[in-house]
């Protein structure tokens, strides 16, 4: 048996880890790298509501938009990073890589955000 196969013993907190592959734990870095960049992008679209664009029809919409870019600009860093940790672990115990989440959460505030863009359009072209 070597040292990577696990034993009846090893939980996954203590299994035996091993140094993966450089170029699996350089593209681990470089996703994470990506999910950084888009929560910048993310932050930085969410101040540019804020500051730059006209006023909206409804009260606070401006604002509610631009705290929504924000809210998912901290998720995005903070599930990059997480995912970051588990793969990392998950190669170096040589386990399946984890489910994400995060995708998920991203999407699904794009899609909102979005569809109160449409809405916004709709409005103004009413008025």
């Not at 029809?57 to 705290?67: D, L, N, Q, Y």
């Not at 860093?77 to 994400?100: H, I």
């Not at 998920?104 to 955000?113: C, E, F, K, P, R």
């Amino acid at each position: 048996m070597t040292s990577a196969e696990p034993t009846a013993t090893d939980t996954p907190e203590n299994a035996a880890e091993h140094e993966p592959d450089y170029r699996f734990t350089l593209a681990n870095e470089r996703t994470y790298l990506a999910w950084l960049r888009t929560s910048l992008s993310l932050l930085a679209a969410g101040v540019a509501v804020v500051q730059l664009v006209p006023a909206f029809p409804i009260p606070g919409i401006r604002s509610a938009i631009g705290g929504l870019l924000v809210a998912l600009a901290v998720l995005t860093a903070a599930g990059g990073l997480v995912r970051w940790l588990r793969v990392e672990r998950a190669m170096r115990r040589d386990r399946d890589l984890p489910r994400q989440r995060i995708p998920w959460v991203l999407a699904l505030g794009l899609v909102l955000l979005a569809l109160v863009g449409l809405a916004l359009v709709v409005t103004k072209g009413l008025a």
